[in-house]
């Protein structure tokens, strides 16, 4: 659920699929039909490809590594193709979200990227925007909300995201007080 269904990908517009509603506007607006070049340009370096996509992956840059992968896609994603489901959970994974015993940072004094101001919700989605007025979408089981009283902790009022997990689709948001967890959060699509 982090991304949007891969079934029946070829020939489909970018950003095109009804059921995903966290698409970038960049990608919802470039204009790509998903074809073996496009997705072997998007495998290769999505954000060269599409300047200021939300996807958060760097790319593969060997190029018989993509074409495996490619290989895969279509057989495992054309239609009647049988339909296999991963669960995720477990420890596999675990590190980039346990951390590595580093320290935890100063959340009185962030660089703006990591200072909320607002906080939107709709259907599954959170759109946090921060204080360098750039948003960014985050299913709802990708974005964790604590809080940190302590003397290191956010302001009240100025809540922090700190990304979590290793693939840049997490985050938390950090609070100073549960309470104004529900205050800073608005319903609205």
């Known amino acids: 659920m982090t991304g949007p269904s891969l079934a029946n990908l070829w020939g489909r517009k970018a950003g095109g699929l009804s059921s995903f509603e966290r698409y970038s506007d960049a990608l919802k607006s470039s204009g790509i039909i998903w ?57 596999k994974g675990m590190g980039g979200m346990m951390g590595g015993g580093g320290h935890d940072p100063n959340l009185k004094s ?20 921060t204080a360098d007025g750039k948003t960014r979408p985050f299913w709802e089981r990708n974005l964790r909300f ?26 938390a948001v950090i609070f100073a007080a549960p309470e104004e967890i529900t205050k800073m959060i608005e319903a609205r699509c």
């Not at 490809?49 to 992968?69: Q, S, T, Y």
């Open 35 to 91: 074809d073996d070049r496009a997705l072997d340009g998007w495998l290769t370096d999505p954000q060269r490809m599409v300047p200021d996509n939300d996807m958060p992956f760097e790319g593969i840059k060997d190029a018989g590594v993509r074409a495996d992968l490619l290989a895969f896609l279509k057989e495992a994603t054309k239609p009647g193709a049988p339909q296999q489901t991963t669960q995720q959970g477990g420890m």
């Open 110 to 129: 962030l660089e703006p990227a990591k200072r909320v101001k607002a906080i939107t919700y709709c259907h599954d989605t959170y759109r946090v925007t």
């Open 146 to 171: 604590m809080t940190d009283s302590s003397q290191d902790g956010p302001e009240k009022g100025a809540p922090a995201i700190m990304p979590a997990g290793m693939m840049g689709d997490r985050a």
